[in-house]
């Protein structure tokens, strides 16, 4: 009895270590939460469940250097680090982050860095200048203090939760995954069947118009405090060369804007950007790619890679606008001409005069 008893217990205690390291291995080695340096074919297609977590854990635990970065919402997030030419780039776009959480996002990454930037990007959507854009998300104060607990990634390695993202990081590998990281923080998205980029349309341009959503056109409300958040991002990185741009959306989105009310509002949001900045690299008005969703869109307002490759390349390369008309530079100089130009061809585009 005594020899079975003691048994049982040499049993339970190597089960208790055996159990928690096999989690931590495999956890190690497909790495979902972005702990570690580890890369290799299995997990090159990185399922993307809570960017703020994972791109603050890179910024935190993987060698950090860097000349620029980037910092928007999900629009900016397929923007790739490797299209900016004489410059390292790190992407640090969050899905759904609100104006408010860029500079905080920002000054986390420049104290990593250990110096300020020499190119700061930023990325706006015109929705996420409603009065009560909702940040989806913990405190960005909350995710650092979090990833820097000493126990932060001994935690996440023996976590079971931790185990399903590493599952379902293989089964990626395996099966493929339209939408994903690589290990280099490069974001992939897939074209999608013209049947499902119809159903995105539909289902997304009646959600932007009328939903109960305090950015949608029927609740819109321009954010006063707006110009205040861009002027302290702007102060926060006065040593830094300040790119803002707008991201482009499909031209039935901005006639669904105009047709509400809301062209005056598109207007100061603009004058807005370069009013703080002094620059703006425009790309939501009509031109061959808003007017070409089929080929450069999969829903309304998130464009395909190949669009934020001619986006940097304009904005930062030094190329002319690509399909002869995506870009458009206003400064402070030519700004009352250009908000002209922008008022009629928005207008025209509403099927107004």
């Keep these: 009895m005594k020899d079975t008893y003691s048994k049982w217990i040499l049993t339970t205690l190597l089960m208790a270590l055996i159990l928690p390291g096999v989690i931590a291995g495999i956890n190690y080695f497909m790495d979902p939460l972005w702990c570690f340096s580890i890369s290799h074919r299995y997990n090159q297609k990185q399922d993307d469940f809570n960017e703020r977590q994972q791109k603050t854990n890179r910024v935190t635990f993987r060698p950090f250097d860097y000349q620029g970065i980037i910092i928007g919402t999900s629009t900016a997030t397929t923007m790739s680090q490797k299209s900016f030419r004489g410059a390292r780039f790190y992407n640090y776009a969050i899905n759904g982050l609100a104006l408010a959480d860029y500079r905080h996002y920002v000054a986390y990454a420049r104290e990593q ?21 909702p940040s989806n998300g913990m ?20 976590s079971i939760d931790t185990l399903m993202l590493s599952r379902r990081n293989f089964m990626n590998y395996l099966y493929g995954r339209r939408i994903h990281y690589d290990r280099e923080n490069i974001k992939y998205t897939d074209t999608i069947s013209p049947e499902f980029q119809e159903q995105n349309m539909k289902h997304l341009l009646a959600h932007f118009e009328k939903s109960n959503q305090e950015y949608s056109f029927n609740n819109f409300i321009y954010n006063e405090g ?41 207007l100061r949001w603009i004058r807005d950007i370069v009013d703080v900045f002094g620059v703006c690299y425009h ?39 690509a399909l002869g008309d995506f870009g458009m530079r206003i400064d402070r100089n030519n700004l009352e001409e250009r908000l002209a130009l922008l008022e009629r061809l928005m207008k025209r585009a509403a099927g107004e005069r």
């Design 113 to 133: 860095n250990g110096r300020g930037f020499t190119h700061l990007i930023i990325g706006l959507d015109f929705i996420s200048s409603a009065k009560r854009f």
């Design 226 to 266: 707006y110009r205040k958040l861009l002027q302290e991002l702007r102060d926060d990185n006065a040593g830094s060369d300040i790119r803002p741009f707008t991201t482009p959306v499909v031209m039935e989105f901005m006639r669904l804007m105009v047709k509400n009310g809301l062209l005056d509002e598109y």
């Design 283 to 321: 790309f939501m008005y009509p031109n061959a790619v808003t007017e070409n969703y089929r080929e450069y869109f999969n829903d309304p307002n998130h464009y395909y890679p190949v669009v934020s490759d001619m986006m940097v390349d304009y904005m930062f390369n030094g190329k002319p606008p």
């Design 139 to 158: 405190d960005p104060e909350k995710i650092f203090k979090e990833t820097n607990n000493p126990l932060y990634r001994l935690k996440t390695l023996i």
